[in-house]
């Protein structure tokens, strides 16, 4: 069924509950304040800068933390928790931070406490949410987000326990008031839901089908991103590379790859410097996507591209729809024609069937391939999916093993690959300040390399979003470091 966009009528019914809840909190002694709680991936981050821009627009001050602040000590009057199921750690973390607060009305009975995002379209989740945490006053899900208001009214005016959850294919909702986290980046959702149905993988079911947004809404956002001084986009979706395949008006239907070099077209000469997009499925990585990435020096030299195994054997029951050969003979493809791109993938140890033999191949392709990073996680089975259900279930001390063997390859490739960065120098996007060292800024290389490096005599308030050029002295295994050489006009 083509993709939908929520209706005027809806829009203004949910304009509407923003009002009054603006007006309800106004009549307040002291103004509200409001707490997000994000886990999960960049989706779900994004999608909070949404909910953060609803709730600034109903009175709310935003705050980091449930007790930060004018709150210290003291608990805000919302929190609110965006949730991830990707594997059960996330989960089990969620869990335990919702638990965490259960006491906490008693100390303040009017706090309110909402649960959405990607558990919450899980039955059985909401099931367990709602028997045993009695502290939580909202639950939503991921298609119905721009109700939030309606959800709050409902809770805070209303007095009501609100459980909400839109069973029905998600519409995309465009205009949305949105809070971003930072004023020189931004994460731009091109699509949503996933239709591949990796047999591990839970998000098909709990983000629905594919939903392309209209090229005409993505470029004006850009174009308004670049005019307001962004230096970076992500672009998002679980597979851009079928970006545009749902869309109904023929003239709207083009492939990813168009629609990334109209983002290049209409962003030359601005201030965005650097456009990136995540993830691609190996599968729908086309020819033309390659020549466009080659071509337009804002796309940054930089891709992330998850191939899971190594096995062939094993991609056919994870329904990746690619071979091991297919996937070495790809990214050969790139790396020949955009030389020097880092790229960065995804690997899953201990697949229900993954044998030995399975496993070496995964190292051999890790080996061969040698990716500038690569994220690596333990299986984990997803309630629902076809993998969980499958009687070949790997014993956990083999996986563990497993993982901390693919783990020491790989990090010793990471290191190999940054130490081969030292004594060049780097153009990088300052971020602020390091996390790790407070004396020294933080910052990323256009192949995503984070660099921590000193800048002498610069403040970071007037270094943040600027590019510099950073000599590389030293490397670890997950960045670089190194000294600014000299500075974009500060
Ligand atoms: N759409 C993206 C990302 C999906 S989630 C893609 O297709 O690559 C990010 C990563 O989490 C996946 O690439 C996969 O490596 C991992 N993952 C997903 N489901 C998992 C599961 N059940 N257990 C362990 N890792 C999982
Ligand atoms: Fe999950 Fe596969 Fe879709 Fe990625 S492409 S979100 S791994 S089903
Ligand atoms: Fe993202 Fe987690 Fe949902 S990885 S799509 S937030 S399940």
């Keep these: 069924m083509a993709t939908r966009i929520v209706s005027q009528e809806e829009r203004e019914k949910q304009n509407y509950y923003m009002q009054c809840v603006r007006d309800f909190n ?40 449930e007790t930060a602040g004018k709150y210290e000590g003291r608990f805000c009057d919302l929190i609110l928790f965006n949730t991830c199921c990707i594997r059960e750690n996330a989960e089990e973390k969620v ?21 959405c995002g990607c558990m919450t379209e899980q039955p059985h989740v909401v099931e367990e949410i709602k028997r045993k945490y009695q502290n939580v006053d909202i639950i939503f899900g991921t298609h119905n987000l721009h109700r939030l208001p309606e959800f709050l009214y409902g809770a805070l005016i209303d007095g009501r326990r609100v459980c909400e959850l839109s069973h029905t294919e998600g519409e995309v909702a465009e205009g949305l008031p949105v809070k971003r986290a930072s004023a020189w980046k931004a994460w731009v959702t091109i699509m949503y839901g996933c239709n591949n149905f990796c047999t591990y993988c839970i998000v098909p079911y709990v983000r629905g089908r594919e939903r392309s947004r209209r090229r005409s809404n993505i470029l004006q956002e850009i174009e308004e991103l670049a005019a307001g001084g962004v230096r970076e986009i992500t672009l998002l979706g679980q597979n851009v590379n079928s970006y545009g395949r749902d869309l109904e008006e023929p003239e709207q239907r083009e492939s990813f790859a168009a629609l990334l070099s109209a983002v290049c077209e209409r962003t030359a000469g601005s201030s965005l410097r650097r456009i990136r997009f995540m993830t691609s499925h190996p599968k729908d990585l086309s020819e033309e996507l390659i020549e466009v990435m080659a071509k337009y020096p804002s796309v940054c030299n930089q891709l992330h591209l998850p191939v899971q195994s190594g096995s062939t054997e094993i991609l056919r029951r994870m329904n990746r729809r690619y071979t091991r050969e ?10 020949d024609r955009i030389p020097g ?46 993998a969980a259900a499958d009687p070949d279930q790997v014993a956990e001390e083999l996986v563990k093993d497993r993982f901390s063997r693919l783990l020491e390859l790989q990090n010793a490739i990471s290191r190999e690959k940054n130490e081969a960065c030292t004594g060049k120098t780097f153009e990088v996007l300052c971020e602020g300040v390091s996390r790790t060292n407070p004396a020294r800024l933080t910052g990323r290389t256009e192949g995503n390399k984070i660099v921590n490096f000193t800048a002498d005599g610069i403040c970071a308030a007037d270094a943040e979003g600027k590019f510099a050029k950073v000599y590389i002295d030293a490397a670890q295994t997950w960045s670089l470091e190194g000294r600014a050489l000299e500075w974009e006009e500060l």
């Design 26 to 65: 106004s009549g307040r002694a002291v103004r509200p304040a409001a707490c997000i709680k994000t886990f999960g991936c960049q989706m779900n981050e994004h999608d909070s800068e949404k909910l953060a821009g609803m709730l600034e627009r109903m009175g709310y001050e935003l705050v980091p933390d």
């Design 341 to 386: 791109i880092t790229l960065s993938t995804d690997l899953i140890t201990g697949f229900p069937g993954e044998t030995e033999e399975d496993f070496r191949e995964t190292l051999e392709l890790v080996r061969m391939l040698r990716f500038d990073m690569a994220y690596t996680f333990i299986y984990s089975p997803r309630v629902g999916t076809p």
């Design 95 to 115: 869990f335990g931070h919702i638990g965490a607060l259960k006491g906490a009305k008693r100390e303040k009975p009017e706090l309110l406490t909402a649960v």
């Design 326 to 335: 297919q996937y070495i003979s790809l990214v050969e493809k790139i790396r």
